[in-house]
């Protein structure tokens, strides 16, 4: 059972990625055929909550920006070292090594973090608000980075 | 210069001085898992007391540290024997570079960037033919595979029919940025055994916290 790591906040997560092709073309095969397993290892690691997907059980169908080519990804984790060992620490790494075969590079940030109150699920607008907040702003308590992470609210 | 940093890099390698002592750190640091005093003494060929003195040692200088405490029968409560200390090696790192360098900060920034301009495919392709140079040399002096890791500090170790690597010779800069850093890593040992002709044996990714991020399997 997913608890909340740091006195009732979460760390929600959000990242957008720009395909260089549509997702049935041959130069994507690589990260379509590794999206279902990279997803089941997701909903095992520790510390992982929650995040978007439709009934195809991932996100890759949702499109929310103008330009209809950017992915969107949305989750939930206990901790800021949850994410982090998920994201860098695991077979997770190989996909992120490959990222631009499939992806073009992002000038502005592609990733943002914030601390939610546990058993909020966080929405598509509430994420581009916080991406947005970090693009403007730099890294703050309310938008930050797994480089420059900020404690939860109320010391954690 | 950080005096302090200096100071404690030179008692750390002062107390590596003893040979006995050298081989202990090598020992123990070479091992996956945590060793006790009778088998560190064991391998290196001293008596125990001789072995438990220069580890103690070790761990004062900041270059082991005390992993367990355990009973060596596996009983606890009276008549359970001595409690038995267990070694790994810190994991700390000491640097001492005389006159000073510090490209810690120069890969760092060039990692920067790198995953600023997306230029991965050529740190790849940089890594690559580093590494497949590399390993023809290595071919020449018909070095097996897990020496020539050991001489570049990834400390292989078996698991099954995979070699993992101990150590991650990159670890501050791959802590920073991961993606740039493991993924030029992995490039560098590919290449590698591209250049000592080793086909039995493929680089994966296959991380886990503790250790580098490649594995090397049987094909």
Known sequence: MAEDGQGGWQLAQVNIALLRAPLDAPELAGFVAGLEPINRLADQSPGFVWRLQTPEGDATAIRVFDDDRIL????V???VEALWSFVYA??????????????????????????????????IDEAKGRLGLLRRTGPSPDAFTLREPFPAPGGG | ??????????????????PVRRGLYRFVAAQSHDVGRDEAARAVGVQRGLAAF???KLVDAGLLEVAAVRRVS?????????PAKLYRRAAVQHEVS???RTYDLAALLLAEAVDEAGVEPALHAAARRLGVRAGRQERQEAR???????????????????????????????????????????????????GLGAEGAAAVMDPEPGRCCVALISK
């Open chain 2, 54 to 56: 220069h580890l103690d």
């Open chain 1, 90 to 123: 695991s077979r997770h790494l190989d996909l992120l090594r490959r990222r631009r075969e499939w992806f073009h590079r992002l000038a502005d940030a592609y990733l943002a973090l914030w601390w939610v109150p546990a058993s909020h699920v966080p929405t």
């Open chain 1, 72 to 75: 969107v990804n949305l989750s």
């Open chain 2, 1 to 18: 210069m950080d005096e302090d940093r200096f100071e404690r890099g030179v008692a750390a390698l002062q107390s590596l001085h003893d």
């Open chain 2, 98 to 100: 005389v006159p000073e």
């Open chain 2, 144 to 194: 097996p595979l897990a020496e020539v890791l050991a001489r570049r500090g990834y400390e292989p170790y078996r698991d099954g029919a995979s070699l993992r690597l101990g150590n991650c010779p990159f670890r501050d800069v791959a802590g920073q940025l991961p993606a740039v850093v493991c993924g030029m890593n992995l490039a560098l040992l590919e290449g590698l055994l591209d």
């Open chain 1, 77 to 79: 984790w206990e901790s």
């Open chain 2, 74 to 82: 596996g009983r606890s409560g009276p008549g359970a024997g001595r």
